[in-house]
């Protein structure tokens, strides 16, 4: 019986200690990033037509951001910044001629192993780390399987998903995003033939046989296309080859679970990047034709659902007090998405001004959610800037990592501002590029309501009455598809968010000083930039043969299956 005090003793004292290492650990992270997702396309950033509850809970157990912005207006370069807290004209990743994201797997560009993402820095304290769907940030350098741009070359432990986008040529009977024909020698035929010009017979054969040559070219490679680019990795192995995009994001969400089912005890990041809603939509059986705005409607109700599951999941493991959730988009809404069959596939910006592939705001201008329950207000809203690469140095932090001092990280910890330490963001300017042109800058002064923003030059908008751009397909960044402003189009954001009426000196008594500052921190940046090799260069994305992928071989024009998921869906549908 003397003991019996011991004994107790012991119990209370490993209770202690369990209890301690438990509050200890580490937090895990879990960030979901939505291609394409319009800001107005939510229910909790005021959408009324479209359910998505999941998502709209989050926002309500969390924070919502409203002035979240991407530091691009394109896929590849808004990913690289955010696994990066940096400009992508920092790592190469800001695109130097007309294209500026990667279109064939077979590319030598990529996101730069020098490059440190938030998944490597993380992992050195003990994380285990995953990105499930989505990559786009480049896969070979110099041989079809030496993988330096792949994710676990950055830092990811495991790899579930596509390296590229997913288009129009991976979904079937949804036409090619190969808009290319020789529309000039073809003129050039019929003008002859109908005597409008003269020229040579000779002249005409060649350019006929010219012209075959271009299109038979041209069929081949649309043909191809799907099956040397739309294929699903598992780690450095490609299980599937074309992928079939039904049941894709039943895929994805099973094999996340798997993997916070198998991390459970251990510290985790999750980066689960949605290939919906982008262009050639598709959505799993359940939820086509559940929504009133068609088949993007439906991919937006398959995304909410998806997001339930995951956080289903951290609850039934009891991760939900200990997790950092994060839901995003990686830019605005592409507007100019129009199926062949006439139907608009494009999101919805909301109040905000054009969409993806500007830096009007709606191009920008993303959701942002944070949830983490116990540590984070449940409820609030927050209207400061904020950027999709202050994630960076917010996990590294979290984490017990150092912030990298031999480079420039352009986030901020957002934690002091979610949780109300300081009013304002860190973030006085931001400078929006379109590819690696500098084409507006944001100015937030301190102790001002004030967010003005100045154009040095806008997309020219087709038909020139909207604000969109349908004569290329999405806006471009270079001569003749842009109009160049000198002075500056200067806005004040806080009191015109839709960007409708540009200011003057005759409107705004500010006008000149409020651009002689802007200047003088372009200045500032211009100076913090180092001269790097671009990625997204025309010779960086051009299709290389010797690069690419492929499960079997090319006179089987790399086809395999060989993905467990697929059947493990084929079965619980089934069964339903």
Not at 228 to 245: A, D, H, K, T
Not at 432 to 457: G, Q
Not at 517 to 522: D, K, L, T
Not at 542 to 548: C, E, G, I, N
């Amino acid at each position: 019986m003397k003991s019996l005090p011991w004994i107790w003793c012991a119990l209370v004292l490993l209770f202690l200690c369990t209890a301690d290492a438990d509050s200890g650990r580490k937090p895990n992270f879990v960030f979901m990033m939505v291609d394409d997702l319009g800001i107005g396309d939510l229910g909790c950033y005021g959408n009324t037509t479209l359910r998505t509850p999941n998502i709209d809970r989050l926002a309500l157990e969390g924070v919502k951001l409203t002035q979240h912005i991407a530091a691009a207006p394109l896929c590849t370069p808004s990913r690289a910044a955010f696994l990066t807290g940096r400009y992508p004209i920092r790592s190469g990743m800001a695109a130097s001629g007309r294209m500026g994201v990667f279109l064939f797997s077979a590319s030598s560009g990529g996101l730069p192993q020098e490059e440190i993402t938030f998944a490597k820095a993380v992992k050195g304290q003990g994380y285990s780390t995953a990105v499930i769907g989505k990559w786009h940030l480049g896969l070979n350098c110099e041989e079809s399987d030496d993988h330096c741009h792949h994710p676990n070359s950055h830092g990811f432990d495991h790899f579930y998903g596509t390296i590229m986008t997913h288009l129009r040529d991976c979904q079937p009977g949804h036409g090619t995003v190969l808009l290319f024909c020789p529309i000039g020698l073809v003129s050039v035929a019929l003008l002859h033939i109908a005597g409008m010009i003269t020229v040579s017979r000779r002249v005409v054969f060649g350019f006929l046989v010219l012209v075959g040559v271009v299109l038979s070219l041209f069929g081949l490679l649309v043909y191809t296309f799907p099956n040397l680019n739309c294929f699903v990795m598992r780690g450095p192995e490609i299980v599937e080859q074309p992928y079939s995009s039904e049941n894709f994001t039943q895929r994805m969400t099973s094999e996340a679970i798997e993997f916070l089912e198998r991390n459970s005890e251990r510290p985790f990041l999750l980066f689960f990047s949605f290939l919906q809603v982008h262009t050639g939509l598709f959505a799993s059986h359940p939820f086509r034709g559940r929504s009133q705005h068609g088949l993007y409607g439906d991919a937006v109700m398959e995304v909410d659902w998806s997001v339930g599951q995951i956080m289903q999941t951290l609850e039934r493991l009891n991760l939900k007090e200990k997790t950092l959730v994060y839901m995003t988009s990686d830019q605005g809404p592409h507007l100019e998405e129009i199926s062949i069959h006439g139907e608009m596939h494009g999101g919805f910006s909301g109040i905000y001004k054009a969409g993806k592939s500007t830096n009007w705001e709606g191009g920008i201008r993303i959701p942002g959610i944070l949830r983490w329950p116990g540590v984070l207000p449940a409820g609030k809203v927050i209207d400061e800037p904020t950027s999709n690469m202050d994630i960076f140095p917010t996990v590294l932090n979290l984490a017990g990592a150092s912030i990298p001092s031999d480079r420039v990280i352009d986030g901020h910890d957002l934690l002091p501002l979610l949780q109300g330490q300081v009013e304002h963001s860190e973030h006085e300017f931001m400078f929006h590029y379109c590819n690696a042109e500098l084409n507006a800058v944001r100015w937030h002064p301190p102790n001002s309501n004030a967010i003005w923003k100045a154009f040095f030059f806008t997309p020219d908008f087709h038909p020139e009455n909207s604000s969109a751009c349908f004569h290329t397909h999405i806006c471009l960044c270079i001569k003749p598809f842009v109009t160049f402003h000198d002075p500056p189009l200067l806005y004040d954001l806080s009191k015109d968010p839709t960007e409708s009426t540009p200011l003057s000196p005759d409107t705004e008594p500010q006008f000149y000083s409020v651009l002689e500052v802007i200047r003088a921190a372009v200045s500032r940046h211009a100076q913090s930039l180092k001269p790097v090799p671009v990625q997204v260069s025309p010779r960086q994305i051009v299709w290389k043969p010797w690069l690419q992928p492929c499960c079997s071989s090319l006179s089987q024009l790399c086809t395999c299956e060989r993905d467990h998921q697929i059947e493990k869906i084929r079965n619980k549908l089934q069964k339903e």
